[in-house]
């Protein structure tokens, strides 16, 4: 027999060579994406958490304190950072802006998967897909230059705040939850549905008694996905709110979120400075947010497979 | 269907001296998981000519086959223990060049699966990465596998079009092709003619007939009028067993065990 | 109330929805292209931009966002390919993958301005890339990352398991198999991810503030020479893009026609959204349709 091929057969060839360096190159590409999330991690926290080492500010008191100077230090020495003024702000525009999305988005997503699949899924679905696709500055610039004035002529007050930001938020989340509640719509198998109209339920009874109940937990999914967009979304809501960093007494008046004042604040600090630090314990709680809507999503998406 | 004793027999013994032995498997042991596929098959396949693997379906045959060039490891959770001995070598040891292994032992799947590729590119695309370059030398590799696949005549003027175009009976004997491209030694067949059509079929028995002259063939087979047809050898398959092993024409004229005979008379499977 | 008539009612109800969805782009496009189009000229896509007078473009800026756009996308889309390839043809199930998985959940769902800021932190200050191009692709890349990485483990998972075993049959290696015939199939999905991945890219404007910077100095467009500190190549200077360039005069307040310049520029940003969202569509079927063979 031939000693040649058996020689080939114990040794290593092209093809060996080429897949170690395969497996090599691909697994360090993902380790790259997780080294960087860890060193996200690692270097938000460790910024964030000085103030309350390095700067013996009291964690209480940053959650709920309400006067927001950090650069500044009250009668016990320590900074003066109270930042539930932007945390009252940050739930305040996600809360509302999701609280008024959802309907609509769920109503958006029933016309397209139960009224017209056809043309009206056609023609929402682009749509949709456009409007996700338009960038946070436009919705920011939008609001400032149509929703902003809206609002002061129709509330009063100078129109910055809560109010302008829950309406620029609202339109930038209404597409995504759109079309994840597409996507969980679409999910309830087609039985389902024809089951309950062959006992004689209408369409409408259909649809809210089957095919919504059936889907809430994607339908859900969709709703804290939004939300968690809403809670990180930075310029758009800095360019309508108002950046004031007190607690809101009305919906109109002006008001602050966290992003916001990441925003405008991380520019004007020195590094390592206790207003600096201050500024990076809110990127934290943000971070610490994100792991949180995370978190409830997966939950969500756990509990609610066909 | 009836639980047979699994103690109960028959496999003929291949004299080395009479006949030559390409591939042959010892005690070979396949799991997926913790349950176990395969208890232990020991079978030779002889040099160029045809063995049947046949049984019914969940038997264990299409899992014994893939685990002959070892398509099995690519399926995660699945060992397989036992000897597969190519050329003195026991191929399913620790050191052991797949990927050099599977250019003598070559496969062809149930399911055509030609690349989206051109005609000419499905067969050439191996060998070019094997660092064949010379065009006039591919190009007649291109025209010798088609020829013995049958399929020249029919796609020798659009060899530069998708083999995604051609009927399911062309695109199996355009992997049949690709396959033989590589010069195998063995050729490792699973059901390769059950999804197409009668007149498909016929043309590729036709074609592993003409090609047992150059190859070793093992097929996978649960068409036993296919294995009585084109095979030399056939190994009744159950539920991971194998029961009988013999000449074709003794395992479905005169089978020694009682399982391997309500088989091929169609009284299970 | 009988249920037919709520059958009704709710029907009715849901066009009017619908209806709005529509209206509400409809509403800002126009809005956008109305008020924006007037401002778009030639002159006004390639001067430069001027603060406290009124008559500046935005040809840095158009420039800037181009120039780190095909900065990060060549960052991102290599280590997104590997990456990709990884989680579908290499990851086991164990505890290692679901690792990597949450990783990349996490990843996509933060915040963009967090991103940004970690960019800032550990590009442009600890790296000493300082404000530049090279700190925003960066960091561009880390926000790009997740939804690219999952784009094309989800293309490569649509090509049928067969095609491999094809590949491994005839002594490929699975790098090989992968890289020759599964990618060239999963192409066209992969192209439009990475395609729609780029107007995303295109928009971003907070995590860039911090890291490409604020200011756009001015260009000398005649000396190509990247480590000249004015050539519009060199990667180390500032480099504000039309995003970012929107918010800012906005919430500066210093152009006397802000509001003007922002609608030309928001234009021209909605018009590239546009071109990416229909390039993605019409290259992704044009690919798989020259692949197929059909015609």
Not at chain 1, 219 to 226: E, I, P, R, S
Not at chain 2, 52 to 69: E, Q, V
Not at chain 2, 91 to 96: A, C, L, M, R, T
Request: positive net charge.
């Amino acid at each position: 027999m031939n000693d040649e091929i058996k020689e080939k057969l114990l040794k290593k060839s092209r093809a060996t060579r080429s897949e170690f360096r395969g497996r090599i190159i691909s697994f360090v590409c993902t380790a790259i994406i997780v080294t960087v999330v860890v060193s996200i991690f690692y270097f938000v926290a460790s910024k964030g958490l000085a103030t309350f080492f390095s700067n013996k500010v009291n964690l209480w008191d940053f959650l709920s304190k309400t006067i927001w100077n950090p650069g500044s230090t009250d009668s016990h020495g320590s900074p003066q950072a109270g930042a539930l003024p932007m945390i009252v702000g940050s739930f305040a525009v996600t809360i509302l802006s999701a609280v008024i999305a959802t309907p609509f988005a769920i109503a958006t997503a029933v016309f397209m998967t139960e009224i017209s699949p056809n043309k009206g899924y056609k023609i929402l679905q682009p749509v949709t897909e456009l409007l996700v696709g338009i960038p946070s500055v436009v919705y920011g610039f939008i609001g400032l230059s149509v929703v902003v004035p809206f609002v002061r002529h129709t509330f009063g007050g100078t129109g910055f705040g809560i109010l302008a930001g829950t309406f620029v938020l609202f339109v930038m989340i209404l597409p995504t939850v759109t079309s994840m509640s597409v996507d969980a719509l679409r999910a309830v198998p087609r039985y389902y549905r024809e089951a309950s109209l062959a006992l004689g339920a209408t369409r409408w009874q259909t649809i809210y008694k089957v095919v919504l109940r059936s889907s809430a937990p994607g339908l859900a999914t969709a709703v804290v996905f939004g939300m968690s967009r809403a809670f990180g979304e930075a310029l758009a809501v800095q360019m309508v709110i108002g950046n004031a960093a007190l607690l809101p007494h009305n919906l109109v008046s002006p008001a602050s979120t966290l992003t916001s004042v990441l925003t405008m604040g991380m520019g004007n600090t020195v590094m390592g400075s206790a207003a600096n630090n201050a500024l990076w314990s809110l990127a934290l709680l943000l971070l610490l947010m994100s792991l949180v809507f995370n978190l409830v999503i997966n939950k969500i998406a756990k509990r609610g497979k066909f | 269907m009836q639980n047979y004793a699994s103690e109960d027999r028959y496999i003929k013994e291949l004299d080395p001296k009479k006949h030559e032995i390409a591939l042959s498997t010892e005690d070979l042991h396949v799991f997926y998981g913790t349950s176990e596929a395969i208890h232990g098959v020991s079978l030779p396949f002889e040099r160029f000519k045809i063995t049947a693997l046949i049984g019914a379906s969940g038997s264990g045959k299409s899992t014994y086959l893939r685990s002959l060039n070892r398509m099995n490891d690519n399926i995660e959770g699945t060992r397989v223990d036992g000897k597969i001995m190519y050329r003195d070598i026991d191929i399913n040891g620790k050191g052991v060049n797949v990927y050099e292994m599977r250019k003598h032992i070559g496969m062809v799947f149930q399911r055509p699966n030609p690349f989206s590729k051109s005609i000419y590119d499905n067969i050439t695309f191996a060998p070019k990465r094997n660092g064949i370059k010379n065009k006039k030398v591919l190009d007649e590799l291109v025209e010798t596998t088609l020829k013995q696949a049958a399929l020249w005549d029919q796609v020798k003027d659009q060899l530069d079009q998708s083999a995604l175009a051609l009927s399911g009976g062309q695109q199996q004997r355009l992997c049949i092709a690709r396959a033989i491209a590589m010069k195998p030694d063995i050729l490792l067949l699973d059901e390769p003619a059950s999804a197409l059509d009668p007149i498909s079929t016929s043309t590729v028995e036709d074609t592993l007939l003409s090609l047992k002259d150059h190859y070793t063939i093992i097929i996978v087979t649960h068409n036993m009028q296919q294995a009585g047809r084109i095979s030399d050898y056939t190994a009744f398959f159950h539920l991971g067993n194998v029961l009988e092993y013999d000449i074709t024409s003794n395992v479905f004229q005169r089978p020694k065990i009682q399982a391997t005979e309500d088989y091929v008379s169609g009284r299970f499977g | 109330m009988d249920s037919k008539k709520w059958d009704k009612i709710a029907t009715g109800v849901l066009y009017f929805i619908a209806g709005v969805m529509i209206l509400i782009l409809a509403f800002l496009l126009i809005f956008i292209l109305w008020n924006g189009l007037p401002h778009v000229s030639w002159h006004f896509l390639t001067s430069p931009a001027k603060s406290f007078q009124s008559g500046g473009g935005i040809g840095i800026q158009l420039f800037n966002s181009f120039y780190l756009l095909i900065l990060s996308m060549l960052i991102s889309i290599p280590i997104s390919i590997g990456a990709g390839i990884y989680l579908s043809e290499y990851a086991k199930k164990n505890w290692l993958t679901n690792l990597v998985r949450t990783s990349i959940d996490i990843l996509s769902s933060l915040p963009s301005i967090v991103v940004g800021l970690f960019g800032f932190l550990v590009f442009s200050i600890s790296a000493g890339l300082g404000f530049s191009i090279l700190s925003g692709a960066l960091a561009l890349t880390v926000f790009n990352l997740p939804l690219l990485t999952r784009n094309v483990e989800e293309s490569l998972r649509s090509i049928s398991g067969s095609q491999r075993e094809a590949g491994l049959a005839l002594g490929l290696s699975k790098w090989e198999t992968v890289l020759k015939i599964i990618i060239p199939e999963a192409l066209p999905g992969i192209i439009t991810g990475m395609i729609l991945g780029a107007g995303r890219v295109f928009g971003e404007a907070a995590a860039l503030i911090y890291t490409a910077g604020q200011s756009a100095p001015p260009l000398d467009f005649t000396n190509w020479n990247p480590f000249y500190i004015a050539s519009p190549l060199n990667p180390l200077r500032p480099a504000e893009t039309l995003a970012v360039h929107i918010w800012k005069i906005n919430s500066e307040g210093i152009m006397p026609d802000a509001s003007q310049v922002s609608a030309g520029a928001s234009a021209v940003l909605i018009i590239a959204v546009l071109i990416f969202n229909f390039g993605a569509r019409y290259v992704g079927n044009h690919i798989y349709r020259k692949m197929t063979g059909t015609k």
